[in-house]
Each structure stands twice: as structure tokens, then as C-alpha cells.
């Protein structure tokens, strides 16, 4: 479904990526784990082109995609959840999933809401609550219920479990394992190697701007090098 090939970014006159080749396959999660600064983030921005990539090739259902607009992107049936959530906290809820469903109709937006609802009970219980007063928990659900509003194929996550606590990065992780099981795609960067490697199909060790390694997730688990660097040895 996304074929990252051989790509190369810049900062500048800095190369973030060295060459760094991904697949992901249709109703597959991927993860993607790397130290601070290995350049995940860098990586899920390039997909969206913004920085677009300065060599190789972003492919989409066979679509080359690497030199269009974000805004064109973001209306291929991707959807991105940036790190740090970056809700709009003056606004409630509701008009949060609202903006995620920009580009929709009023009924797929009610739809697209319902299914939401339906994924976190919590976010129509605070429908009309201000996002900025929700816990962070509650801001990273609104953070990927906005993301469904658009009713992506492919769901991209930066690090959703950023600085959360263990009973809800649970949840959070039992929701993204739900989406796959709806048909949903996913592309997961984590830190938390353990989990995103028990939920993933398929991982990627990123470091320092190369893939070091890729294998299925169960095999990564247990790869000595990765529970060496990344899982507490
Ligand atoms: P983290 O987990 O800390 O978010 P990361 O793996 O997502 O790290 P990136 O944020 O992609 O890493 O950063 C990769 C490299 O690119 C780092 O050396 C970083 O300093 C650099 N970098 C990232 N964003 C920019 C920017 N806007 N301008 C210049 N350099 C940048």
C-alpha cells in the first residue's frame, strides 16, 4: 500500500535520512522504533511531504506521491496523529472531531463521529468539554478520533504513547489493534519498543537515519540486539 524507497531528507544541508526503504502492506500494523533523534518523526513527515524527500520515492497504491502537496496527500486516505497530539484546546470535542471531517460531507461526518463514539465512549461522554481541560489520555483519544474523522485507509501515529500511564497506553494500544481488525492500516513510531513490537506485524529499527533491522514483530521481540538497545537487555 506504501512503499517508502530508498529516501533521503534534508534539514538544510543536514541529511536527517540516509536511504531508509519501508513497506507497508494493505490491513497491516507496522512499527517503527528508534532512539530520541534517530529520525522517526522526520520519516511519517516525509510521507506527507512536508519536508518532501530530496532522493528516493514515496509510492501510495502504486501512486508516486513524493513531490505533491501535503494538502493532496492528506486526501489520499491518509490520516497523520502528530506527536504531542497538537489538538485544538480552545475548542471542544466535538468541533475538534468536526475539523478532522474538513474535507467530508455532513452525513459521512456524522457517521465518521458515531464510529468514533463508538471507539471511545469517553470522547461523546465530553462531547462539549473544552479539549485543552481533558487529561492527556483523553487529548490523545481526540487526537485519533480527529484522525478517523476522515475516514483514512492509512492511520499514521507518532508516538502515541508519549508520556502517558500504563493503563491507558494499554487502552490506547487495544484501540489501534481494533482499527487493524476493522481493515485499517497503521503505521505506529514508538519509543515503547515492547509494545509496539507486540501489537506490530511488522517492525523497523531506525537509527540514526538508517534501518538497521526489520523483521516480523514476534521475531523482533526476541532479537538480541533489539532487547539489548530498546527492550532493557
Ligand atoms: P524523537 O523521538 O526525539 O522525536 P525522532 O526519531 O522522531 O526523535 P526526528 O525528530 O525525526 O527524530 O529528528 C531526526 C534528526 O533531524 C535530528 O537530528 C533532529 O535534530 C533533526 N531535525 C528534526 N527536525 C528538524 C528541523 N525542523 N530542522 C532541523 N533539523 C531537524
Same mark, same amino acid.
Given at each position: 500500500m506504501l512503499?517508502?524507497?530508498?529516501?533521503?531528507?534534508?534539514?538544510?544541508?543536514?541529511?536527517?535520512?540516509?536511504?531508509?526503504?519501508?513497506e507497508i502492506n494493505e490491513g497491516e500494523i507496522v512499527?517503527?522504533?528508534?532512539?530520541?533523534?534517530?529520525?522517526?518523526?522526520?520519516?511519517? %513527515?516525509?510521507?506527507?511531504?512536508?519536508?518532501?524527500?530530496?532522493?528516493?520515492?514515496?509510492?501510495l497504491d502504486?501512486?508516486?506521491? =513524493?513531490?505533491?502537496? =501535503?494538502?493532496?496527500?492528506?486526501?489520499?486516505g491518509i490520516a497523520? $496523529?502528530?506527536?504531542?497530539?497538537?489538538?485544538?484546546?480552545?475548542? =471542544?470535542?466535538? *468541533?475538534?472531531?468536526?475539523?478532522?471531517?474538513?474535507?467530508?460531507?455532513?452525513?459521512?461526518?456524522?457517521?465518521?463521529?458515531?464510529? $468514533?463514539?463508538?471507539?471511545?465512549?469517553?470522547?461523546?461522554?465530553?462531547?462539549?468539554?473544552?479539549?485543552? /481541560? %481533558?487529561?492527556?489520555?483523553?487529548?490523545?483519544? &481526540?487526537?485519533?478520533?480527529?484522525?478517523? %474523522?476522515?475516514?483514512p485507509r492509512l492511520i499514521i501515529l507518532? *508516538?502515541?504513547?508519549?508520556?502517558?500511564?500504563? &493503563?491507558?497506553?494499554?487502552?490506547?494500544?487495544?484501540?489501534i489493534?481494533?482499527l487493524r481488525?476493522e481493515g485499517m492500516t497503521v503505521f505506529l $513510531?514508538?519509543?515503547?519498543?515492547?509494545?509496539? &513490537?507486540? &501489537?506490530a506485524d511488522r517492525?523497523? $529499527?531506525?537509527? /540514526?537515519?538508517?534501518?538497521?533491522?526489520?523483521?516480523?514483530?514476534?521475531?523482533?521481540?526476541?532479537?538480541?540486539?533489539?532487547?539489548?538497545?530498546?527492550?532493557?537487555?
Amino acid at each position: 500500500m506504501l512503499i517508502l524507497e530508498d529516501i533521503h531528507t534534508h534539514y538544510g544541508k543536514i541529511e536527517a535520512l540516509h536511504g531508509v526503504s519501508v513497506e507497508i502492506n494493505e490491513g497491516e500494523i507496522v512499527s517503527l522504533i528508534g532512539a530520541n533523534g534517530a529520525g522517526k518523526t522526520t520519516l511519517l %513527515m516525509t510521507v506527507c511531504g512536508a519536508p518532501q524527500a530530496s532522493a528516493g520515492r514515496v509510492v501510495l497504491d502504486g501512486r508516486d506521491i =513524493t513531490k505533491e502537496p =501535503t494538502s493532496q496527500i492528506m486526501r489520499s486516505g491518509i490520516a497523520i $496523529v502528530p506527536e504531542g497530539r497538537r489538538i485544538f484546546s480552545g475548542l =471542544t470535542v466535538k *468541533e475538534n472531531l468536526h475539523m478532522g471531517g474538513f474535507f467530508n460531507t455532513k452525513s459521512e461526518i456524522r457517521k465518521s463521529q458515531e464510529h $468514533v463514539y463508538e471507539l471511545f465512549p469517553r470522547l461523546k461522554e465530553r462531547e462539549s468539554q473544552r479539549a485543552g /481541560t %481533558m487529561s492527556g489520555g483523553e487529548q490523545q483519544m &481526540l487526537a485519533i478520533g480527529r484522525a478517523l %474523522m476522515s475516514k483514512p485507509r492509512l492511520i499514521i501515529l507518532d *508516538e502515541p504513547s508519549l508520556g502517558l500511564a500504563p &493503563l491507558i497506553i494499554k487502552q490506547i494500544f487495544e484501540i489501534i489493534g481494533k482499527l487493524r481488525d476493522e481493515g485499517m492500516t497503521v503505521f505506529l $513510531v514508538e519509543q515503547n519498543a515492547h509494545q509496539a &513490537l507486540n &501489537l506490530a506485524d511488522r517492525g523497523y $529499527v531506525l537509527e /540514526t537515519g538508517r534501518i538497521r533491522l526489520h523483521d516480523t514483530g514476534a521475531n523482533l521481540l526476541v532479537n538480541p540486539q533489539v532487547r539489548e538497545a530498546y527492550l532493557g537487555g
